[in-house]
């Protein structure tokens, strides 16, 4: 199996770093920030225009053509650059939701098994568990109608909680785990939002990697650079030594579209966007904390991430499922002898 991307894949890749750079800088995402989240609408059609949504449709239907390794790299650069909305929802709804692949309609997704709704007061259409209805039009009204705003731990990511026949909805693709992967988690469009997400986690794990490296080459302490103590070197090197595994299992995933491979990608990227953004907090001392820094950003988007799609215990799950039968060490006579 080749993970090197070809040349088309790099230009992909850096043309969506540039398309970010010029359209959601700093000082666009802060703004965001200020006026508490929400989905800009000019920005969706920018990102439409692009074709982030239409990524994966065919020619014919309007699409670029492209398939879910190019859709990683693209889902990478938007957690990289904090890139807020319900970008992946909308995604998946492209060719199901008119206006979706154009960035005209916001989509949001309700997973069900109780979990918050993001971007609810934005969306045009809502995909109901994984994707097997679409809500519009009065049921959409009725299913915001049933529906609290809380509190989002994320300022970019508002959140309500669903109340209603809808609550429940997808719980037993979630809470069934133990009774086998293909089984546990069914459908299609509920793998690749773990996967999507899984891509936007490594992205953020890649820049607060970043940033913390900057800011320990940067900062003085004692008359030293910070990056001098071997307690900060350790830090970095931790950071990377989480990213790159991810990285490989993602990739790997996005190839081969495996529900298990899918799950571990899920979790290894968790676990570094969530611990890489921790580490680089630290490394930023008390700075980190303030409202001037982005690290704290990083980490309660992916924080919220985590939680979204495929959980750990979930994908955990899964991957044990995977495992078949488990068999004792020792038979009954050894253990007894």
């Known amino acids: 199996m080749d993970f090197q991307l070809s040349d088309d894949q790099r230009a992909l890749r850096s043309g969506m770093r540039d398309l970010l750079g010029a359209v959601f800088d700093r000082d666009r995402m802060r703004a965001a920030v200020e006026r508490g989240g929400g989905v800009d609408r000019g920005l969706w059609r920018e ?48 060719g199901l939701v008119k206006g ?14 109780g979990r918050p709704v993001a971007d609810l007061g934005d969306a045009d259409a809502v995909l109901v568990a994984g994707g097997a209805e679409v809500l519009t039009g009065e049921a959409l009204e009725a299913f915001a109608a049933g529906a609290v705003p809380v509190r989002s ?30 089984e546990a988690y069914p459908g299609a469009l509920r793998r690749e939002g773990a996967l999507l ?15 913390a490296v900057q800011h320990a080459g940067a900062r003085e302490q004692f008359g030293s650079l910070i990056g001098s103590f071997q307690a900060v070197k350790h830090l970095c090197a931790d950071m990377l ?54 690290v704290h950003l990083h980490l ?26 488990v068999r004792p060490l020792y038979s009954g006579s050894a253990a007894g002898g």
Not at 100 to 113: I, P, S, T
Not at 197 to 211: C, F, H, K, N, V
Not at 300 to 325: F, H, N
């Open 153 to 182: 731990m994320d300022p970019l990511t508002p959140l309500h909680r669903v109340e209603g026949r809808w609550a429940g909805a997808g719980a037993s693709e979630g809470r069934s785990a133990g009774a086998g992967a293909s």
């Open 300 to 325: 309660k988007r992916a924080w919220l991430r985590a939680a979204r799609w495929l959980t750990a215990a979930e994908a955990e799950e899964i991957l044990a499922a995977d495992l078949g039968p």
């Open 100 to 113: 979706a692949a154009e960035g005209e309609a916001v989509v949001a997704v309700a997973e069900g098994a």
């Open 197 to 211: 997400t899984a891509a936007e986690q490594l992205g953020s794990a890649t820049r607060t990697t970043e940033m």
């Open 241 to 294: 030594a989480r990213t790159e595994p991810a990285r490989s299992a993602l990739y790997a995933a996005a190839l081969t579209g495996d529900p298990v491979e899918i799950a571990a990608a899920k979790l290894l990227a968790d676990e570094a966007a969530v611990r890489n953004a921790r580490d680089c907090l630290q490394i930023h001392g008390g700075m980190g904390f303030t409202w001037e820094a982005d």
């Open 47 to 94: 990102l439409g225009a692009a074709g982030l949504f239409a990524l994966r449709l065919p020619e014919e239907a309007g699409g670029v053509g492209l398939g879910l390794p190019e859709a990683v790299l693209l889902f990478e650069e938007a957690g990289r650059a904090l890139l807020p909305g319900p970008l992946v929802a909308t995604h998946l709804a492209a």
